[in-house]
């Protein structure tokens, strides 16, 4: 946890995901437009779903809307 929170982020994401009727977006930052990808669904996911089967069903949904700029 420390040692990632000295890295030096790349890229900023925005990614919207729908899920059983409910959405969110989230603005995240990472490394690689991946990492800030990946972050970001895990990220909106936690806040749409409950308990791990819904989260990983959340997760496994493509995003509404993705968008990675690097900074």
Known sequence: MIYSSFQVS??????????EGRSVCRTVTGQTEV??????????????????????????????SAQCKPL
Not at 10 to 19: G, K, N, R
């Open 35 to 64: 990492e800030g990808l990946r972050t970001g669904i895990d990220n909106a996911c936690a806040q749409l779903s409950s308990g791990v089967t819904d989260t990983l069903r959340c997760q496994r949904t493509t995003p509404a």
């Open 10 to 19: 790349e890229f900023e994401c925005t990614v919207c995901m729908d899920f």
